[in-house]
């Protein structure tokens, strides 16, 4: 399928196995999303950016209990996007994204948040079944204010047989202010 309309370029190929297992190759290239983000229900202030993504995609099950396996990249550039729970959105978002299989690496730059400042923010995952992570966030300062939400905070059920149960890992965030 090859599909282009306004700044989106989307080249996407691939096949479902007895409607459980999805495998398909994808294309994006996506300057300026923001012109387009109302088409998936985003709002056109607080998602903006250019994305370029390249990826091979194997084993996709669903239900999901396990990572696919992904080979390629992705790219974000001047990414502007902001979570429903938060008031502010996540500014000056550049990102690479490395896949490897049974491992990839995100790795952002220079992210702002209201007040506060990411110098860099680095997501490590390794592994499909018992995914295991490492979050590495350097800030040169960080403000709580910018955290907080208009929403009560939950945790939601997570299930024995679920990836979330099946995942662990570390969390490190340094704060120079």
């Known amino acids: 399928m ?7 370029n989307l080249n996407l190929k691939g096949n479902i196995h007895n409607y459980t297992t999805i495998n398909f190759d994808a294309d994006l290239d996506a300057a300026g999303i923001e012109r387009i983000a109302s088409m ?6 607080s998602t903006q950016g ?3 993504l390249n990826a091979t995609v194997r084993d996709l099950n669903l239900p999901f209990r396990k990572l696919p396996s992904i080979n390629g990249n992705l790219e974000v550039n001047n990414g502007i996007f902001r979570l429903p729970w938060m008031k ?6 550049n990102l690479i994204s490395s896949f490897r ?3 990839f690496d995100i790795t952002a730059d220079s992210v702002k948040l209201g007040g506060s400042s ?12 018992y995914p295991r992570f490492l979050i ?3 800030m040169d300062n960080l403000e709580i204010e910018d955290l907080k939400s208009d929403k009560a905070f939950e945790i939601p059920v997570i299930y024995k047989k679920s990836l979330p149960a099946k995942a662990s890992g570390d969390i490190s965030i340094f704060a120079e202010n």
């Open 2 to 8: 090859v599909y282009n309309i306004d700044i989106i």
């Open 40 to 45: 998936f229900l985003f709002d056109n202030y």
């Open 50 to 52: 250019n994305i370029k």
């Open 88 to 93: 502010k959105p996540f500014e000056k978002i």
């Open 101 to 103: 299989g049974d491992a």
């Open 118 to 129: 990411i110098k860099k923010g680095v997501l490590t995952v390794e592994g499909l079944e």
């Open 136 to 138: 590495d966030i350097s």
